[in-house]
């Protein structure tokens, strides 16, 4: 009678990495909690570069985070850096008006990320 040997593929899950566009500081400011808050899905650990207490540099800075799951058997590592576009989401306009009344308008908004 042969025996059978019965396997199981199990793929790796990618948590889900939560950071909404980090606030703005002053120049010459370390970063802090305030800007490096991401969160996962699952437990691990987050680092963050630059690193918290790091002062950037003048002029457009790139912040990411890397996340190493504490399970690192059923969940990969996943990198994560804030777009553009999660930053102009938290902007919040006054409308335009015209005889105090609002009016719809169309505008270009430029955007320059930088720390400071």
Excluded: C
């Excluded at 902007?91 to 335009?96: D, F, N, Q, T």
Aim: aromatic residues 10%.
């Amino acid at each position: 009678m042969k025996a059978f040997e019965r396997f199981q593929i199990v793929h790796q899950a990618t948590p889900t990495i939560t950071w909404a566009a980090p606030s703005a500081t002053t120049y010459g400011t370390p970063l802090s909690a305030s800007q490096l808050n991401a969160t996962a899905s699952v437990p691990g650990t987050l680092v963050y570069t630059p690193a918290a207490g790091s002062v950037p540099a003048a002029g457009v800075q790139t912040l990411s985070v890397t996340f190493t799951p504490t399970d690192a058997t059923d969940y990969n590592s996943a990198t994560k850096t804030p777009s553009a576009i999660e930053a102009v989401k938290q902007w919040r306009y006054r409308p335009y008006l015209l005889n105090g009344q609002p009016v719809e308008v169309e505008t270009k908004v430029a955007v320059n990320f930088s720390l400071g």
